[in-house]
């Protein structure tokens, strides 16, 4: 049985980590380079750094404090935020990534996604889709860090990159991000029953039984949390603790 993984996620924004809640209300969380560290002694399975503003202030990531991180941790660890090219993802891949994450610039041009798995392997692209349901009870995919909607409901548009030759899905529920009030378990059931690649939900995970519901319910791959890590609420061991009680497959 393959184990369930516990992904802590960096949101970088000038160089620091910071937390929201419904991608807005930004606030400090810490430095990178010590959460890092700490997450990997702890053991969290991966690490995901997303620099939140790169796409909308068109810049690069930052690769050197990829860099620094790179050389704090020895987990597999993914890094996002204003990948447009392939010299962009050799970059980061140099820097110590082994995985890199994109989105709004997959979704403009979905080609990008097939020429980066043809030219460094569909195991090292994940596709992060920000997802909001609507009024209509659609989830639908936003771009630009969550503040571009789109017309195209999520399930069409991650099959659609699938095809394409993305390795993982990153599925953040905008509604949930930052609240604690639990996983977004529907949309993330539907993606992990209906696709061949895993599924890593985002986006309200607040205690234990939250991530339990993911794994059970949700039918996640992998789980992703910030905040809960961050400030403390959660400690990793104490969850892979229970989680191993109540019958999910984690690496200890």
Not at 85 to 92: A, I, K, N, P, S
Request: proline fraction near 3%; glycine fraction near 8%; charge should be negative.
């Amino acid at each position: 049985m393959l184990t369930k993984r516990i992904i802590p996620c960096l949101d970088i924004k000038n160089g620091r980590t910071v937390k929201g809640v419904n991608f807005e209300q930004i606030r400090d969380a810490g430095d990178p380079i010590e959460l890092a560290a700490l997450y990997a002694s702890q053991g969290a399975d991966e690490l995901v750094f997303l620099d939140i503003t790169a796409t909308v202030e068109q810049r690069k990531t930052l690769s050197a404090l990829v860099h620094k991180i790179a050389h704090r941790i020895n987990i597999p660890f993914t890094v996002g935020g204003g990948i447009k090219t392939e010299e962009d993802v050799r970059v980061l891949l140099q820097n110590g990534a082994d995985k890199i994450s994109i989105n709004t610039a997959a979704f403009l041009d979905p080609l990008t996604i097939s020429r980066f798995a043809k030219q460094f392997g569909s195991q090292c692209i994940v596709l992060a889709i920000d997802a909001k349901c609507e009024s209509d009870n659609n989830w639908y995919v936003y771009l630009n860090g969550g503040r571009t909607k789109t017309d195209k409901l999520v399930v069409d548009w991650a099959r659609e990159a699938v095809d394409l030759g993305v390795g993982e899905i990153l599925l953040t529920s905008m509604n949930h991000d930052g609240t604690k009030q639990g996983f977004a378990l529907d949309i993330t059931a539907q993606l992990s029953e209906n696709l061949p690649v895993p599924i890593i939900a985002s986006g309200g995970g607040g205690t234990e039984a939250h991530f339990l519901d993911v794994f059970t319910k949700g039918k996640a791959d992998a789980a992703l949390a910030a905040s809960v890590f961050h400030y403390k609420e959660i400690a990793i061991p104490d969850l892979k603790q229970y989680l191993s009680q109540n019958g999910i497959a984690v690496r200890i």
